[in-house]
């Protein structure tokens, strides 16, 4: 028996990434899975899982479309009759310094990352507090609440928000049985940092990816399983008294007080 065994769980950013890691861990669990994506690449996604002998279905929808998100969350319903768990984990990591972000930028990160996350709560929750019952699981991020960088400005800011939505969005639903928790990532290898590696130095990708990992105290890059664990833990009922909190999952990257330095403490005389 898998630990979400007759479960129902949506996905929004289910196409690649840790919402693909976060939908295939929960199927290979037992939980019938909905992935939403703005690609047409979700579907493909879908069929894939379907193919590896987990039940998958798909929905192209942005997750700024409110309104698509509520058509698709009740299809959900109307399909399996009930929506038990809710992984948003779509967004995007654009980095651009201050000066030369623009209003039309910041409105976009904050729109997709943070309003994202509000719209599919929104079409979620009245299923939820019908069953009193439901699992709600935020991706966040270790930048803007532990670490940034700059260039972050405008991602940073919306996952500060993220971790405040959650907590607030716990509190409020507590009485309907719905926990809500943040997962907190650092660098792990999606094809967004594969991406971001390849633009930095285009003609040798894997030195970015390297010297990142060697930076990590645990000296790799965190797997879209190991996120995706994570989030089935918080999808499962093994979290049942866990309600307002985050899991950072950076590989202890956020420990270190003195990256780089190669400062060490020495021997007393």
Known sequence: MGKLDGKVAIVTGGAMGMGYGSAKVMAKYGAKVALIDFSE???QTADNLVKDGYEAIAFKVDVRDAKGLKEAYKKVYEQYGKIDVLVNAAGIGVMKYF????????????????KGIWN?????IPYMVAA?????VNYGSVTGILVVDPGMTAYASTKGAILGFTKALASEFASSNILVNAILPGMIYTPMAQKSFLECCPEDPDSVK?????SIPLKRLGTLEEAGEVAAFLASDESSYITGTSIVFDGGNSLPETHGTGWAPGEEE
């Open 41 to 43: 690449t979700v579907f």
């Open 132 to 136: 009193n019952y439901g699992k709600i």
């Open 210 to 214: 390297n010297a990142i990992a060697a």
């Open 120 to 124: 599919s709560c929104k079409a979620a």
């Open 99 to 114: 000066d030369d972000a623009d209003d039309e930028f910041r409105d976009m990160t904050m729109d997709i990352n943070f």
